[in-house]
């Protein structure tokens, strides 16, 4: 008793880790400890001016200053390039720093790893660098940290080791999140409430998010106990936002009332829990990766459900700043809600059966249903021999925000069955969708097709090939009818959106420009190069066709622009409706975020141009 007296004592006059460390055994508490993190610099959400951005940073950092909060903030420098506001966000970043916030690397466009090739990630993160870099080199810091866009680690440990081992070159540590208090759900209903000038609805969902907060910090700490027998340096999730700037003072006063203190995330991942040996898990919660390891299961509470009920609506609702429409729909942590909320999802549907394989699709069906929906088919990119179609949900989305059917297809690849395998494949799941339009409220004459790389090449072949394709012949038919004569059903396609495909294979097997991802495709077959000129879209250009579309980087060297520019000259000469997006000193793919945002601005209107966009979706 004695003993405790005295280190109560001590504890007081702040000696706590002499005393911790000999209290251990009579299991008296250790101290409470957290690290906090600020994500999505310099803001997370619906965007709005840099007048209002500034405002909103300068009561995060008073906060900070007031409680002498060690933070390290997560910048997406994507979003410092809003026209004709860069340097004024620049200048918000440099207030973070200055404000003796370290600035660590989110990636520059929020991208998720999950459905994006490493390369392209690594991409991402090093041009998610250029501006923070330079503001701390002039203060003789550099970048210390990273932070899993999504909280999404690499598929497998292998691709994520290798992503690891890559910034660790760079000297980046990645920084992993134990606490998350959802500000950027609890966001949506307050920035709801403040459009509608409802304070007292913005009075309420503060209190609520504050009393979710502390719910969610005992049920951590409750979880890290049971984990690991005792307390561990917690790392606190928040988000640059409106509803984080008017709450912090609240935030971190509830949570020294708790008896935490703050600590930076250098001291946090200096517990040795961060090298708790683990299962794999592909995220960067820690406490679900803890005990997945231990083959448990967590429960953690949930925000109110006035607020978490509306939450995937208002997400569709928000009101974007002007131009950034589609960066909304692609925007920070929004993905999970199209789906989950609004669709039924039937994964896996086998829609043909070819060489002992079983050919899949994915469908996700807007849960209305009443009229016939527009339907997206997306085939996914790789070369013909890579990829598959579920590191493509990525790009469902903009569409899936439309409301609209999705139907994300698998085909064969080069190590399977080579060219016209995939061809073929993709026919027949244009087929399997006319067939089964009624069942599934597919409406056949709004049936647009899109894809990547190989799969803008899919998707223009499989629109442009004509009725009755030889390609078409080992399609599945509908029950019975293999028997009888003209049973083919009418496909139809309303337009298609390219991006950066292949338009004529046949420049790329053989000759200056070969690559070897085609010469893969067709392998050591003695007709190859009559077959791909039968595969070339650009052998199909002629009156009638459906309209297309085409984005293209104008230094991609993996398939040459200038195959988008003939396709797009001969469709013009044969007045096919066309338009060719050029992305000027872009290269295959990895566009920045900006890019996307006008690309699908684009798109939108050149669907609704076609009529392919219903009255409230435009
Ligand atoms: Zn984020």
């Not at 990766?289 to 997400?315: C, E």
């Not at 044969?574 to 006008?598: C, E, I, M, W």
Request: aromatic share 8%; charged share 20%; glycine share 6%.
């Amino acid at each position: 008793m004695r003993r405790k007296l005295l280190c109560l004592a001590i504890l007081i006059v702040g000696l706590a880790p002499i005393c911790s460390v000999g209290l251990q055994a009579q299991t008296v508490t250790q101290p409470k400890e957290v690290a906090v993190t600020i994500d999505d610099l310099p803001l997370n959400g619906p965007q709005f001016d840099a007048g209002r951005l500034r405002a909103m940073t300068d009561k995060i950092l008073a906060a900070v200053n007031k409680h002498q909060i060690p933070v390290v903030g997560f910048v997406n420098e994507s979003l410092l390039h809003v026209s004709g506001e860069t340097e004024a966000r620049i200048m918000i970043l440099k207030a973070w720093s200055d404000g003796g916030v370290e600035l660590g690397n989110h990636t520059f466009s929020h991208l998720g790893l999950k459905d994006a090739p490493l390369n392209e990630y690594q991409d991402d993160f090093l041009r998610g660098e250029v501006v923070t870099r330079w503001l701390l080199k002039q203060k003789g810091q550099r970048i210390r940290y990273f932070r899993h866009p999504f909280l999404q680690m690499g598929p497998t440990r292998e691709i994520e080791q290798s992503f690891e081992s890559f910034i660790a070159e760079r000297g980046y540590k990645i920084a992993p999140v134990t606490v998350d208090v959802m500000d950027w759900m609890i966001l949506s209903a307050y920035a709801g409430a403040r459009t509608q000038g409802d304070s007292e609805m913005m009075k309420r969902v503060s209190e609520e998010y504050l009393k979710f907060a502390e719910r969610k910090f005992e049920f951590c700490e409750q979880a890290a106990n049971d984990l690991f027998g005792h307390p561990i340096k917690h790392i606190l999730l928040l988000h640059a936002n409106e509803l984080t700037a008017d709450n912090l003072d609240g935030l971190a006063a509830m949570l020294k009332n708790k008896g935490y203190r703050f600590i930076t995330l250098e001291q946090a991942l200096k517990d040795p829990v961060y090298q708790a040996p683990d299962k794999y898990l592909a995220s960067s919660d820690w406490l679900g990766h803890w005990a997945f390891s231990k083959g448990k299961k967590l429960a953690p509470p949930m925000p109110p459900d006035f607020i978490r009920k509306p939450y995937p609506d208002n997400q569709k609702k928000a009101t974007p700043a002007p131009g950034s429409e589609q960066a909304q729909a692609l925007g920070p942590d929004k993905w999970p809600d199209y789906a989950s909320a609004d669709y039924d999802i039937l994964p896996n549907i086998t829609y043909s059966v070819a060489n002992n394989t079983e050919l899949k699709l994915d469908l996700y069906l807007p849960k209305n249903r009443s009229a016939p929906n527009p339907t997206l088919m997306l085939f996914h990119g790789g070369g013909w021999v890579d990829g598959q179609k579920e590191r493509n949900v990525f790009q469902l989305l903009p569409y899936l925000s439309l409301g609209w059917a999705v139907i994300n297809v698998e085909y064969r690849l080069a190590r399977n069955t080579p060219a016209p395998a995939a061809v073929e494949d993709c026919r027949c799941a244009l087929r399997w969708v006319t067939y089964h339009a009624k069942e599934y409220s597919l409406d056949t004459s709004k049936i647009v097709l899109t894809g990547t790389s190989a799969g803008g090449h899919l998707s223009l072949i499989t629109g442009m090939l004509p009725a009755q394709s030889v390609f078409d012949r080992q399609c599945p038919t509908d029950s019975g009818t293999r028997w009888r004569e003209g049973t083919e059903p009418k496909t139809n396609v309303a337009a298609i959106i390219n991006w950066y495909g292949i338009t004529d294979v046949a420049e790329l097997i053989d000759g200056p420009n070969a690559k070897h991802y085609a010469m893969e495709w067709f392998g050591s077959m003695s007709n190859r190069e009559e077959l791909a000129r039968q595969l070339s879209p650009i052998s199909y250009v002629r009156a009638g066709l459906p309209p297309i579309l085409t984005i293209h980087g104008d230094q991609d060297d993996i398939v040459p622009y200038n195959q988008a520019v003939r396709l797009h000259a001969a469709l013009d000469k044969a007045g096919a409706p066309n338009q060719l997006v050029t992305l000027r000193g872009r290269k295959h793919g990895g566009f920045n975020r900006q890019d996307l945002v006008n690309s699908y601005a684009v798109i939108r209107e050149f669907l609704r141009k076609h009529n392919l966009l219903n009255a409230e979706q435009r």
